[in-house]
T-cell receptor, first 117, second 113 residues
Framework: GAGVSQSPRYKVTKRGQDVALRCDPI?????LYWYRQALGQGPEFLTY????????KSGLPNDRFSAERPEGSISTLTIQRTEQRDSAMYRC???????????????FGPGTRLTVL | KNQVEQSPQSLIILEGKNCTLQ??????????LRWYKQDTGRGPVSLTI?????NTKSNGRYTATLDADTKQSSLHITASQLSDSASYIC????????????FGKGTKLSVIP
């Protein structure tokens, strides 16, 4: 059984370029989450989806960041006009039941390491 | 502000020895606490989950304890193996099913032969 996968695993880009990070959740999982993790820190919530609907984007740092999940499965996190401070590990997670209750374990992907030069 | 503090930041132990990792939290209201294991280059994987009413839970050589009164949890690893080398992250949820989790910074454990 495949877990959460993310691509690319590593991305190096120049300041000002746009980047798109992809997340493939576990098949059938209702909820999908995006986190950003700085070195030596725990993950920081960015946004999440139930099916294709973006439920909360309060963690997105600014309007250069956006995410979509058009068919309720694969999700893309896009960062426009990247800046050096955007450099971090971007992690995706998915959970089976959505956020209505229960233990609702989140399964994490390996992350995309973004470096903005 | 909800916070999760872990100690020690890093730990080196000999293979076969036991160790205990600590987690203190100020998340309120409390719903559940998870310990995750994160291998280098991989995503975190859940080891245990504990709710308010649970004091201890085991998963093989891993035993987690929870004291909801003092808001402390520990993860005890017995008879450590080289494969236990990883970061161990304490994660607390304030509301059942909540998507907003509070993560600790993790304890980096190195098991050496």
């Amino acid at each position: 059984g495949a877990g959460v996968s993310q691509s690319p695993r590593y991305k190096v880009t120049k300041r000002g370029q746009d980047v798109a990070l992809r997340c493939d959740p576990i098949s059938g999982h209702v909820s999908l989450y995006w986190y950003r993790q700085a070195l030596g820190q725990g993950p920081e919530f960015l946004t999440y989806f139930n099916y294709e609907a973006q439920q909360d984007k309060s963690g997105l740092p600014n309007d250069r960041f956006s995410a979509e999940r058009p068919e309720g499965s694969i999700s893309t996190l896009t960062i426009q006009r990247t800046e050096q401070r955007d450099s971090a590990m971007y992690r995706c997670a998915s959970s089976q039941y959505g956020t209505s209750g229960g233990a609702n374990e989140q399964f994490f992907g390996p992350g995309t390491r973004l470096t903005v030069l | 502000k909800n916070q999760v503090e872990q100690s020690p930041q890093s730990l080196i132990i000999l293979e076969g020895k036991n160790c205990t990792l600590q987690c203190n939290y100020t998340v309120s209201p409390f719903s559940n606490l998870r310990w995750y294991k994160q291998d280098t280059g991989r995503g975190p994987v859940s080891l245990t989950i504990m709710t308010f009413s649970e004091n201890t839970k085991s998963n093989g050589r891993y035993t987690a304890t929870l004291d909801a009164d003092t808001k402390q949890s520990s993860l005890h690893i017995t008879a450590s193996q080289l494969s236990d080398s990883a970061s161990y992250i304490c994660v607390v949820s304030a509301v059942a099913g909540s998507y907003q989790l509070t993560f600790g910074k993790g304890t980096k454990l190195s098991v050496i032969p």
